[in-house]
Nanobody
C-alpha cells in the first residue's frame, strides 16, 4: 500500500496560481504512474494529469496549457502546477498511485477559485 498526502490547496482568485503537492510513502520509481484527479460538487471524478515512473506526462485537454505535472524523485513528491485558474477548476483534487496490483488514493485537497 502507498500512503499519499496532498497539500497546497486553498482559495484563489480567477487568474491566479496554485501548486499542489502529493507526497508518497515510498519511492515514486516503485509506482507505475501517479496521477491527479478532481471532483467538483455534483460531478464525477475526472482525470487531470499523469506522470509515469519513466517521466512521461499526459494532461487532460480541459487544463492543457494551464496545468503542469512534475515530480521530485528525491523527495517522492509529485506536483500539479495550476496557472490561470478558473472558477470551473474548483474541486477537490486527489492524488492517485497506480501499481500493477494496486491503486491508492490520497485524502484530497480543496481548491476553490473565486470569480
Amino acid at each position: 500500500q502507498v500512503q499519499l498526502v496532498e497539500s497546497g490547496g486553498g482559495l484563489v482568485q480567477a487568474g491566479g496560481s496554485l501548486r499542489l503537492s502529493c507526497a508518497a510513502s515510498r519511492s515514486i520509481f516503485s509506482i507505475d504512474a501517479m496521477g491527479w484527479y478532481r471532483q467538483a460538487p455534483g460531478k464525477q471524478r475526472e482525470w487531470v494529469a499523469t506522470i509515469t515512473k519513466n517521466g512521461n506526462t499526459n494532461i487532460a485537454d480541459s487544463v492543457k496549457g494551464r496545468f503542469t505535472i512534475s515530480r521530485d524523485s528525491a523527495k517522492n513528491v509529485v506536483y500539479l502546477q495550476m496557472n490561470s485558474l478558473k472558477p470551473d477548476d474548483t474541486a477537490v483534487y486527489y492524488c492517485k498511485a497506480t501499481r500493477s496490483l494496486s491503486t491508492d488514493w490520497g485524502q484530497g485537497t480543496q481548491v476553490t477559485v473565486s470569480s
